[in-house]
């Protein structure tokens, strides 16, 4: 075979319990583990079962999938019921953040809370030194002062290390991310090399409890709908467009600044546009009035609504168990974002500001705002609020 990782025996006999989620990254984690010698047991996390047997629920699958790796890889695995803590520890929190027409991340949470926090009691339970997930992120104890450091995954597409910011000190002390170190290609080439039967797997996309159903019918079980006006913001406050209503909005709790589709007002032109013809410019959610139940929209996606200079975040928590000091960092405020340099000030354990030179866009309360220096997660926090100044 052509995998050229360094598999030293230095860990013989040392056990780590594994996340095994079914997918392909964690399944190269239990055998990297392995090779290093660890004891390795496999956990299969059940963290959803209203709707089991649903087209959109894939954990019966992903458990096959799971043993299947657990038996060409030769470890035991165990399947491990985490429903209620997360139904009382994430889902019910999700809940709330919609109801108050914010738009939280559960990812986040649920690291936090079951795979960090249940998981690794559930682990330490069963004698293992350490935990490890198929995250791609990296964790590093800091010579000087002692510290567990987070720091990005080394394959910049993949990193992972925005929903792992709300780890502590104890909970990296105790996990491994052995794909961390490497690239997605190169999971999948040892993957397909050591005949594991999920190594050409789709990534899992979306929220584990909604898995790849519509969004907006999946909250429709929870959420009440209470339909509202659509207003237009695009003119200048105080001119005779401002505020038109333009269309009816199924309640603000289905629908996250920025959003661009499912807004039924497609068939309005821009102003100005060529009567008769001329392209239609799109319409995004720009502001959420929860106390008229009115949905406001811009067109254009620069539109001054759309940006913010500032915000203001809340529920901070920091990697090295206190804030770093004012300054200049960089900031994540949603995934897929690239790093943004920005100010960080007004900073306390329980909440920071950040100024950004560049305007960001569509930032979103209930989304988390993640701080790094450099390839290290400082931490972050929920943002409560953006301003434009």
Same mark, same amino acid.
């Given at each position: 075979?052509?995998?050229?990782?360094?598999?030293?025996?230095?860990?013989? &006999?040392?056990?780590?319990?594994?996340?095994?989620?079914?997918?392909?990254?964690?399944?190269?984690?239990?055998?990297? =583990?392995?090779?290093?010698?660890?004891?390795?047991?496999?956990?299969?996390?059940?963290?959803?079962?209203?709707?089991?047997?649903?087209?959109?629920?894939?954990?019966?699958?992903?458990?096959?999938?799971?043993?299947?790796?657990?038996?060409?890889?030769?470890?035991?695995?165990?399947?491990?019921?985490?429903?209620?803590?997360?139904?009382?520890?994430?889902?019910?929190?999700?809940?709330?953040?919609?109801?108050?027409?914010?738009?939280?991340?559960?990812?986040?949470?649920?690291?936090?809370?079951?795979?960090?926090?249940?998981?690794?009691?559930?682990?330490?339970?069963?004698?293992?030194?350490?935990?490890?997930? &198929?995250?791609?992120?990296?964790?590093?104890?800091?010579?000087?002062?002692?510290?567990?450091?987070? =720091?990005?995954?080394?394959?910049?597409?993949?990193?992972?290390?925005?929903?792992?910011?709300?780890?502590?000190?104890?909970?990296?002390?105790?996990?491994?991310?052995?794909?961390?170190?490497?690239?997605?290609?190169?999971?999948?080439?040892?993957?397909?090399?050591?005949?594991?039967?999920?190594?050409?797997?789709?990534?899992?996309?979306? @929220?584990?409890?909604?898995?790849?159903?519509?969004?907006?019918?999946?909250?429709?079980?929870?959420?009440?709908?209470?339909?509202?006006? @659509?207003?237009?913001?695009?003119?200048?406050?105080?001119?005779?467009?401002?505020?038109?209503?333009?269309?009816?909005?199924?309640?603000?709790?289905?629908?996250?600044?920025?959003?661009?589709?499912? =807004?039924?007002?497609?068939?309005?032109?821009?102003?100005?546009?060529?009567?008769?013809?001329?392209?239609?410019?799109?319409?995004?959610?720009?502001?959420?009035?929860?106390?008229?139940?009115?949905?406001?929209?811009?067109?254009?996606?620069?539109?001054?609504?759309?940006?913010?200079?500032?915000?203001?975040?809340?529920?901070?928590?920091?990697?090295?168990?206190?804030?770093?000091?004012?300054?200049? =960092?960089?900031?994540?405020?949603?995934?897929?974002?690239?790093?943004?340099?920005?100010?960080?000030?007004?900073?306390?354990?329980?909440?920071?500001?950040?100024?950004?030179?560049?305007?960001?866009?569509?930032?979103?309360?209930?989304?988390?705002?993640?701080?790094?220096?450099?390839?290290?997660?400082?931490?972050?926090?929920?943002?409560?609020?953006?301003?434009?100044?």
């Amino acid at each position: 075979m052509g995998i050229d990782i360094d598999m030293d025996k230095q860990h013989s &006999g040392r056990r780590v319990v594994v996340g095994l989620s079914g997918g392909v990254d964690s399944a190269v984690s239990a055998w990297l =583990l392995k090779q290093q010698g660890y004891e390795v047991i496999g956990i299969f996390m059940k963290n959803w079962e209203d709707d089991d047997d649903s087209e959109y629920c894939s954990s019966n699958i992903d458990f096959v999938d799971a043993a299947a790796v657990a038996d060409v890889i030769g470890i035991e695995i165990e399947h491990v019921n985490f429903a209620a803590e997360y139904k009382d520890r994430v889902f019910a929190e999700f809940l709330r953040e919609y109801q108050t027409g914010r738009t939280p991340n559960p990812d986040i949470l649920c690291n936090a809370e079951i795979k960090f926090k249940a998981f690794l009691d559930h682990a330490m339970r069963l004698g293992a030194e350490h935990i490890a997930t &198929g995250h791609y992120a990296r964790v590093r104890q800091n010579t000087a002062n002692k510290r567990f450091e987070l =720091l990005k995954g080394l394959d910049p597409s993949k990193d992972q290390s925005y929903f792992l910011h709300r780890l502590n000190q104890a909970q990296l002390s105790k996990t491994l991310f052995p794909v961390g170190e490497l690239h997605k290609t190169e999971v999948r080439r040892i993957a397909a090399e050591i005949g594991l039967p999920n190594a050409k797997k789709k990534d899992s996309t979306g @929220i584990c409890f909604i898995g790849e159903r519509p969004f907006r019918e999946f909250l429709n079980r929870y959420i009440q709908k209470e339909p509202g006006p @659509i207003k237009d913001g695009s003119a200048a406050p105080g001119s005779r467009d401002h505020g038109r209503t333009i269309g009816q909005h199924v309640g603000l709790s289905f629908y996250t600044l920025g959003q661009r589709q499912g =807004l039924g007002i497609g068939g309005i032109k821009a102003k100005g546009a060529q009567k008769g013809g001329g392209e239609h410019a799109p319409w995004f959610v720009a502001r959420k009035d929860m106390e008229k139940n009115t949905l406001w929209v811009v067109q254009g996606h620069e539109h001054p609504w759309l940006l913010s200079h500032r915000l203001q975040a809340q529920d901070a928590s920091w990697v090295a168990g206190e804030p770093p000091a004012p300054g200049a =960092l960089a900031a994540k405020t949603r995934y897929r974002q690239t790093d943004a340099s920005c100010t960080l000030g007004d900073v306390t354990d329980a909440s920071f500001a950040l100024h950004f030179p560049q305007p960001q866009w569509a930032v979103t309360p209930g989304q988390s705002a993640v701080l790094y220096d450099g390839d290290l997660c400082l931490g972050g926090g929920v943002i409560a609020s953006a301003s434009a100044d």
